[in-house]
């Protein structure tokens, strides 16, 4: 089901009026800054928190940043940002099979100042998450490429088989691994297609071959007649 991201603006509408709004100073000659109402600003990190263990990190990111505008130059708040901000990256980066890019963001998200732990226990989780795809990305990426060099040396039924592994793998229906996934049912293809045609271009030059003894023997056997 397709989550709905709900903008800074709108969440402080819809705080405002149920009452979750700043308080107004009582002197208007005091210097200390408006007083902001912690109830609303607890609401919001703890709803961040919550899109976070949910996966849904821009969802996060628009809860944390409606948290700063509730609470303005709160440090936490704009740690939050920069950690949902991260696991965002991460997360995209992942989809993509940047692999590379994903950890280097999944560190980052751990090494912000004043972070919050829970975002940095989802950046172990995502991270360990992230070690496991690409070692298996890998393990197909190394199947599929023995299964091309067989079919390149004419080796169909090697690469068929090669193949059928692959594809009867439970994991590689992830949508991770797409891409491979996809090419290794078009290469399987490729390689019975071209099977086919060999063996057609064999038995076809099998009856051409054995015609052409007859003639010659035909001929043979009437020569001097």
């Known amino acids: 089901m397709k989550k709905i991201w709900i903008s800074p603006v709108v969440v402080l509408i819809l705080l405002t009026a149920t009452g979750c709004q700043p308080q107004q100073k009582n002197n208007a000659n005091t210097a200390q800054p408006v007083a902001q109402n912690c109830d609303s600003y607890v609401t919001i990190i703890r709803a961040g928190r919550d899109a976070v263990r949910q996966k849904d990190y821009d969802q996060a990111l628009g809860y944390f940043r409606s948290a700063q505008l509730v609470k303005t130059k709160d440090k936490k708040a704009a740690a939050l940002i920069k950690q949902a901000s991260f696991l965002s990256t991460a997360s995209k980066e992942i989809s993509a099979r940047h692999f590379s890019a ?11 100042a004043d972070g919050d732990s829970s975002l940095n226990s989802s950046a172990d989780e995502l991270l360990t998450t992230t070690n496991k795809i690409k070692t298996s990305y890998d393990s197909y ?27 009867g793998q439970n994991g590689i229906h992830d949508h991770s691994y797409t891409d491979i996934y996809i090419k290794a049912l078009n290469l399987y293809v490729a390689s019975l297609k071209s099977q086919q045609e060999n063996n057609d271009n064999a038995r076809n030059s099998s009856s051409i071959s054995h015609g052409s003894n007859i003639i010659f023997s035909h001929s043979t056997d009437n020569k001097g007649y």
């Not at 994903?102 to 912000?112: E, G, Q």
């Not at 599929?144 to 004419?154: H, V």
């Open 102 to 112: 994903a950890t280097a963001a999944l560190n980052n998200t751990k090494k912000v």
């Open 141 to 167: 990426a190394n199947q599929l490429q023995r299964a091309q060099l067989a079919y390149d040396q004419k080796d169909y039924s090697g690469a068929q088989s090669i193949l059928k592994v692959l594809i």
